[in-house]
């Protein structure tokens, strides 16, 4: 039986064939080189399109429906889910977590699957939003942290006494680097038809530090919930760097922001929030992917 490509190769060559036929005989009979011609194609289509499905089946038939592969990888993510939820087990509780959710100051919107956290309350007629993510955990470099650190305090060397640093060095030797994330907070505190105050601070070893303070006119720019929204409020001027500021001023908003609930015992319970959603998260995805493995 000829393979599919000698099919392929013939059919050209008998459509040549019927060229070397006399002329009066192509003329008495003007349509019969079309209909071979197709029939000769259509013949070979209709083998190649059998040919394929035979093929399609076997090797259907051929392929396992798990693999060595799939049952090893199976087996491991069932090792790492035992001993994930013995850690969930045997951990014991974040009283600082519990505390905080128990006071009820913040409504707490925290969705299965999703990176970001987000903390609502309303205070008189504002409405204040904070979001923070486990991203800023996958993303954390200790060493590139630490270089910024350390060039921070080059620069402050030079403008200390030799004494400074002599009780500087001795406090250091007696401190134990407590490895803490540090976590990105965006707060958002928006009055109706007023517009919003848009802050970024972080929250790093029980202290939260604003960074930068900025004045929108409309509310919308602060959330930044489309594309469209994030380039209007790059073309805004907000304000300048809340380091910038006076001092005297500084103080005031950070007084400003503790009464609306961002204190310091926000800033001991997101890190420790963030650190129970990673491995909820974590968990659920190794979940999620022993599922499709053994479907």
Request: glycine residues 4%.
């Amino acid at each position: 039986m000829l393979s599919m490509r000698a099919i392929s190769r013939a059919a050209p060559r008998a459509a040549a064939r019927l060229t070397s036929s006399s002329s009066a005989v192509l003329r008495s009979s003007a349509f019969a080189r079309p209909a071979t011609a197709r029939s000769v194609i259509a013949s070979t289509s209709a083998v190649s399109r059998t040919s394929v499905s035979a093929f399609s089946s076997v090797a259907a038939r051929c392929a396992p429906a798990k693999t060595e592969v799939d049952e090893e990888l199976s087996s491991k993510l069932a090792s790492e889910i035992q001993f994930e939820n013995e850690i969930r087990e045997n951990e014991p509780e974040s009283t600082t977590v519990k505390d905080f959710v128990e006071s009820g100051l913040f409504e707490i919107e925290d969705v299965a699957g999703r990176e970001e956290v987000v903390l609502r309350r309303t205070y008189n007629d504002e409405k204040i939003s904070i979001t923070f993510s486990i991203a800023d955990l996958a993303n954390y470099d200790p060493e590139l942290y630490d270089e910024d650190a350390a060039l921070a305090d080059e620069e402050s060397e030079g403008q200390s006494k030799p004494e400074e640093l002599a009780e500087e060095a001795e406090e250091e030797d007696g401190e134990t680097d407590s490895g803490a994330v540090p976590c990105r907070l965006s707060i958002v505190v928006e009055k109706p038809g007023k517009g919003a105050l848009s802050v970024e601070a972080t929250a790093q070893e029980g202290s939260l530090v604003v960074d930068n303070l900025y004045y929108y006119k409309d509310a919308a720019l602060a959330h930044e919930a489309s594309a469209e929204s994030a380039h209007a409020a790059q073309r805004v001027y907000p304000g300048p760097a809340f380091g910038s500021l006076d001092e005297d001023l500084q103080v005031l908003l950070d007084r400003y922001l503790e009464e609306r609930g961002i204190t310091q015992s926000l800033a001991v319970f997101v890190p420790e929030y963030l650190d129970l959603k990673e491995q909820r998260e974590y968990l659920g995805f190794l979940n999620n992917l022993k599922g499709f493995v053994d479907a």
